[in-house]
């Protein structure tokens, strides 16, 4: 039997979780921008820019972490999967590049509200890295996907809170850390005016639609 994951950590990521989702909605409508752009694709059998569609659709983040992701939901219902099936967007017979869509993806977003899968807590697609280049948030970026600790000098504490690596132990100070590093890091994106913000989003958007 599956050893479950410890409450206490449970809770510790849930926490750095709330902050995280405070950052990623400094992004706007990125994502949904993406994911109707990703529709579109499917719908006319456009295969250009396939692998600059929306993540959600391309991955499988339920089907990758099934084991650990069905030990985490399960302790707070166990019917959770078969209610997010009820409502996953359904792309009908149409294949996309990965192994996706997720179905945990529905309609308007992530079906799970919480202690969802690391990879979908902390990462960061091309566009993102591109729009904190412009905004100098960061100094460069890679053409592919990264996690928030691969631009934040962070200890990756959080596949250990997640369940994945029962025998070692996060402490106290390293989540303070984390979570100081992620607000400063979300104070900075914030603080710059909205309207710049929105326009470098908006540019990078219609470059990806090209």
């Known amino acids: ?31 949904s ?3 109707l752009y990703t529709i579109s694709s499917v719908k006319n059998s456009s295969r250009e820019n396939r692998f600059n569609w ?10 990758d972490n099934w084991e650990t992701l069905n ?26 590049p990965g192994n996706g869509p997720c179905p945990a993806l529905g ?20 566009k993102m890295l591109i729009i904190l ?9 890679k053409s592919v996907p990264l996690q928030i600790e691969d631009i934040v000098p962070l200890k990756n504490i959080l596949p250990i809170l997640y369940g994945y690596h029962k025998d070692k132990k996060v402490k106290l100070e390293e989540k303070l850390e984390y979570i ?15 309207q710049i913000r929105k326009n470098i989003i908006n540019e990078v958007i219609l470059e990806f639609k090209k």
């Open 180 to 194: 100081k590093a992620i607000k400063e890091l979300t104070t900075r994106f914030g603080s710059i005016d909205r």
């Open 107 to 126: 309609p308007s977003g992530c079906l799970l509200t919480k202690l969802r899968p690391v990879t979908c807590t902390t990462q960061l697609c091309e």
């Open 1 to 31: 039997m599956t050893k479950l994951p410890n409450s206490q950590y449970l809770t510790w990521f849930n926490e750095i979780e709330k902050i995280l989702w405070s950052f990623y909605k400094h992004f706007e409508n990125l994502c």
């Open 33 to 35: 921008e993406c994911a």
């Open 133 to 141: 280049q412009r905004l100098k948030i960061i100094p460069g970026f």
């Open 71 to 96: 030990n985490v939901q399960s302790r707070f219902d166990n019917n959770w999967y078969e209610k997010i099936k009820k409502n996953s967007f359904d792309l009908g017979r149409n294949r996309m």
């Open 54 to 63: 929306c993540c959600c659709m391309i991955d499988n983040q339920v089907n």
